[in-house]
Structures are given as structure tokens and as C-alpha cells.
């Protein structure tokens, strides 16, 4: 097949994109397909260029990925540094080549990747995409209103509160919560804009952080115990894995810092606490209609009392993230998840 996957693009999440489309194109070239390995924003080439034959050599005319920082990206400079200054998301010939594959893998993260708006419009476009549709992604993005649904659903939540920057409540007791607690951007992922707030003094230094990457922002209590996580493939639940950072809570460093974290899959858990996890995190994925492949996060209290955190709906696939772990576990390699995870999608677009 002719495969785009498209990585980079404008948000937080730039980096570990990029490393992701970096590591899915190799693995699906490794099974005979034809990859274009395309920045999103960046595209390829110039406007107007004729590209028609680009997939005869893919591989030489894609994103050359290497030395990915593990630092959030300064998204300013990345923009100034696209050579048509045009503030179109998509890049040069973007669209186009995405119309011209068999499907495109996305391997965006964060806003505009995952929020929905891509998918609404490769619909319009005609373009097929693996991962869930523009309505589920847009809900799972936002954890207020993926935190309704789990609820209304039966998946167990922490008790938290959201606000509008118009509405902030700078008086932490306002709040109704107690210490510590959980201050992080509503829509942003890999832990970007997180704090973990212990004192009523940290507190407004949290929401000033958070307030600079979103117009709105959860305060939730703080959970203490082991975290986990559960990739659902068309509906089924892969092994738990734990999370256990050396140093800290499971912020953006501990995610992609090689070595940072210990992950342990299958997680040592009692047979009942992982089955309730699993059928927690089916749940929660068929709840927000995720019905191709998506990751659901947890937290266990020392009571053993089970809190849903969030959905994924495009896990990371680099070298340390957890769904291609979850697949080893079952004797899944890397090559012929990314196959499946094709395959599966192709099915969903023509449903």
C-alpha cells in the first residue's frame, strides 16, 4: 500500500510526533509498503509542485527524523521557520498526497492531531486515517467533558472541579478540594502544563501555567498510588501495564526519557483489580465511541479504589510508550501492530 504518516504538525506534543512517525514508518516499511513520512505543517516541497511521483521513492523524499529533543518544542520558532510563512496547518502538498495514499497513519499527538479537527477534515477530503472519528476524538481530547461521559457510564473518576480563564478562582478554598492536588491544561496531553500542588501558596503560580497553554483547566485531587494503563483494540483490552516513575509523578521527562520510568506488563496486580481495570477501560473506550484502537489511564489508591484518568485516542508508538509494550506482552511485535492497527482503521473508514 501507499502509506502517508503524517507526524510534527503545531502542537506541544511536536517532538514525541515526530519520534512516533519516525518509528511507525520504518516498521511499515519493513513490511513492504510504500511510506511517505510527511511534517504536517511543513509539507513537502513547494506549492504547485508536481508530486505525483513522489511514492516511487518515498522514503528518500521523507521527514528525516533524528536526535528527537526531549523538551517541549518552542512552537514559534518552528513556524518561523516553514519557507511560505503561510498559518494553513496543513503544509505544501499535504492534502494532496494524502488523497493519493491508500490510507494515511496518524501519528499526530496533541491539539490538532487528536482533537478531532484533522479527522473532520480528511472526511471531507475523502482521505482515510486510522484511529477513531472527528466526534469521539474531539470528546476524548477534553477531559472535562471524557470525565462526564466516564461517569454517566460508570467508570470511576476523581472528584475535580473545571474553570474558564474568565471565571478563574484564584482562592484555592473556593475550590471545595483539599490539599494536594492536580492543576493541568483541559485539553493537552503527555503531562504538558501539569502540577502537582501540595501548598495553597503553589497554587496560583499552577494555574498561571496552565492558563498559558488553554483557556481552561481542571483541579482535581491528587490521587496517591500506582498508575496504569490499558491499550483497547477494536474492543478488547491488551494487558495492564504499571508506571512507576523513579523520581516524581509521570510527567513529559518521565514519559520519554529513556530509563526515567519502570513499566511492568502484565502488571503485578490480583487477577480481580486487573480485570476491573481492563473492563473499566472498555468501558470508558466504547463510552466515547473509540472503536478502533485508543489507550485509557488509571490511577489505584492504596484502598484499592480504581479512578479513571483519561483516553488516548492516538497512543504514542516510540521506543518507550506503552501500547507497543502492552502488544509485546501478547507476542505482538511492533511491525505487525502498526499492520493491524491499519487494517483495523481500513475497515472502520468503509463501515
Not at 484499592?304 to 518507550?320: D, K, V
Amino acid at each position: 500500500m501507499k502509506i502517508v504518516v503524517l507526524a510534527g504538525g503545531l502542537s506541544t506534543e511536536r517532538n514525541v510526533s515526530l519520534s512516533t512517525g519516525s518509528m511507525v514508518s520504518e516498521a511499515l516499511r519493513r513490511k513492504g509498503h510504500e511510506v511517505l513520512l510527511l511534517d504536517v505543517f511543513m509539507g513537502c516541497g513547494k506549492a504547485g509542485d508536481d508530486v505525483n511521483e513522489i511514492f516511487a521513492s518515498a522514503q528518500e523524499n521523507s521527514l528525516q527524523v533524528s536526535g528527537v529533543p526531549e523538551t517541549v518544542p518552542d512552537l514559534a520558532k518552528i513556524k518561523a521557520m516553514r519557507e511560505d510563512q503561510s498559518d494553513c496547518f496543513f503544509g505544501p502538498n499535504v492534502i494532496q498526497l494524502c488523497q493519493m495514499a491508500d490510507i494515511v497513519f496518524l501519528a499526530l499527538h496533541g491539539e490538532n492531531g487528536e482533537d478531532g479537527r484533522i479527522q473532520a477534515a480528511f472526511d471531507l477530503f475523502g482521505i482515510r486515517y486510522t484511529g477513531s472519528n472527528y466526534l469521539s476524538s474531539a470528546i476524548a481530547m477534553n477531559k472535562r467533558l471524557s470525565k462526564r461521559f466516564f461517569a454517566e457510564s460508570g467508570v470511576p473518576v476523581a472528584k475535580g472541579i473545571s474553570m474558564k480563564k474568565a471565571e478563574r478562582m484564584d482562592d484555592f478554598e473556593a475550590t471545595g478540594l483539599t490539599l494536594p492536588c492536580i492543576v493541568k491544561p483541559c485539553c493537552g496531553g503527555s503531562s504538558v502544563g501539569i502540577s502537582v500542588i501540595r501548598t495553597a501558596d503553589a497554587y496560583q503560580t499552577a494555574l498561571e501555567e496552565a492558563f498559558r497553554l488553554e483557556d481552561e483547566v481542571l483541579v482535581e485531587e491528587y490521587i496517591t498510588g500506582r498508575e496504569f494503563s490499558v491499550a483497547v483494540i477494536e474492543s478488547k483490552a491488551l494487558p495492564v501495564i504499571e508506571i512507576a516513575p523513579l523520581e516524581g509523578f509521570y510527567d513529559y521527562i518521565n514519559k520519554y526519557k529513556a530509563g526515567s520510568t519502570i513499566e511492568t506488563c502484565p502488571a503485578d496486580l490480583p487477577e480481580a483489580i486487573a480485570g476491573q481495570i481492563q473492563e473499566y477501560a472498555l468501558t470508558a473506550a466504547k463510552a466515547l465511541g473509540l472503536d478502533t484502537y485508543a489507550r485509557v489511564d488509571f490511577m489505584l489508591d492504596s484502598q484499592n479504589h480504581i479512578f479513571c484518568l483519561e483516553a488516548n485516542t492516538l497512543p504514542g508508538m516510540t521506543p518507550t510508550s506503552l501500547l507497543p509494550q502492552e502488544a509485546r506482552a501478547i507476542g505482538i511485535r511492533f511491525e505487525d501492530l502498526c499492520e493491524q492497527l491499519i487494517q483495523i482503521s481500513l475497515r472502520s473508514r468503509q463501515a
